[in-house]
């Protein structure tokens, strides 16, 4: 049973695929925070942007992978182009499996997935971002991007540069201190030029 918050079509609005027509399936639930504002401070991520708890009526409950692969299918309204598709949540390798990825091939989209990199991924992803939170251990340690929310105390760029991934981003932490995260980012981006700056495109332009 794969449980989906959302399932919408939009934008990637971040990293290097930036500006790329895609569905967006949002898996509900998280490994490193419920989700509820009242656990915030104490869990063990605390600046998400995002919720991802229930189930919204663009969302459901799928009781197989043909059956969600399906929906997203039904999702894309492009035509021509490679159809693409991004697993995100909440944390989507929690839900994520073999046979979804193999059923999103078989209706002709290359899959792509957000993930905080605390749990090991699939094989078989075509693109793959990894977003360290904080003094999380890191388990998956390749993949195309690493996409770094920034700055975080306990998660340098220092410490994750040397690791096998195609593509280095920073993005500017979304919260109050945004205007000055922004600045720290495209400071430490001229200074160390294997990263690059990923602005939150969809928030930018109003997009979802
Ligand atoms: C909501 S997360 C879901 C996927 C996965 N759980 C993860 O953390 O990568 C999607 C993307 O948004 C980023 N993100 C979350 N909160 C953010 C914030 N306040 N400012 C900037 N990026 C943020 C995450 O780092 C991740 O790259
Ligand atoms: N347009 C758009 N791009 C995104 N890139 C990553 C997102 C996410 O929440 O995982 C996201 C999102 O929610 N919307
Ligand atoms: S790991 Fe991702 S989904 Fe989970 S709380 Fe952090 S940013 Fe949000
Ligand atoms: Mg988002």
Partial sequence: MYTVKEIFYTLQGEGAQAGRSAVFCRFAGC?????????RATAQCT????????VNEDGGKFTTAAALAQRISDTWLGTGGVPYVVFTGGEPLLQLDD????????VGF???????????APAGIDWLCISPKGSNALVQMCGQELKLVYPQLNALPESFATLDFEHFYL???????????TAACIRYCMAH??????????????IR
Wanted: aromatic fraction near 6%.
């Fill in 99 to 106: 046979g979804l990825i193999a059923a999103m091939h078989a």
């Fill in 171 to 181: 993005q500017p932490m979304d919260s109050a201190a945004q205007q000055s995260n």
């Fill in 47 to 54: 600046f998400c942007d995002t919720d991802f708890i229930g």
């Fill in 193 to 206: 030029p294997q990263w690059q700056l990923s602005l939150q495109t969809h928030k930018l332009s109003g």
């Fill in 31 to 39: 490994n490193l925070w419920s989700g509820r504002e009242q656990d």
């Fill in 110 to 120: 290359e899959v792509g997935v957000e993930s905080n990199g605390t749990l090991p």
